[in-house]
């Protein structure tokens, strides 16, 4: 009938689904939450405490020994570091740095700071952690156990 209406009406519908998107990009973004001191970089200490609340080491720890030996590293590895090249990226024993036989979690969670930080500034920007997040399809970023790293 009023055909005039019509546009306007789907216009309104689009920014009605637009700002829905938007808030659900919103939500889903998290790296202010772990960006403690909201200077839009995640820093070590920011870094260490979220992989600490997401207990991503006992994900790589697979026998639950508080270590991870080279096997555990391994598998690890090609599970969650998709982009892994060890020239790029180093060998277990130059992220085993204590030389022991296995890494202990301050050291694994070195390795993969190092691991995400591609352009090696010590912060993650919100692209590298993205990178960090997004992994191996975890999906949530609060995770339900079985998500990435
Ligand atoms: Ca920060
Ligand atoms: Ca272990
Ligand atoms: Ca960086």
Excluded at 47 to 57: D, L, S, V
Excluded at 120 to 149: F, I, K, M, P, V
Aim: hydrophobic content about 30%.
């Amino acid at each position: 009938m009023n055909a005039a209406k019509l546009p306007l009406f789907g216009i309104a519908v689009l920014g009605l689904l637009l700002s829905v998107a938007s808030c659900r990009v919103a939500e889903e973004d998290t790296y202010g939450r772990w960006d403690a001191d909201a200077d839009a970089r995640l820093d070590r200490n920011e870094f260490t405490t979220a992989w600490g609340e997401a207990a991503y080491f006992s994900r790589w720890d697979a026998n639950r020994d508080g270590t991870v030996d080279e096997s555990e590293w391994n598998a690890g590895r090609n599970t969650y570091l998709s982009r892994y090249d060890e020239t790029q990226h180093g060998a277990f024993t130059d992220w085993n740095t204590s030389g022991s036989g296995s890494m202990s979690e301050d050291e694994l969670r070195v390795g993969i700071f190092t691991y995400y930080d591609t352009d090696g500034d010590n912060y993650l920007s919100q692209d590298e952690y993205r990178a960090w997040r997004g992994t191996s399809g975890g999906g949530s970023a609060t995770g339900s156990g079985t998500g990435s790293n």
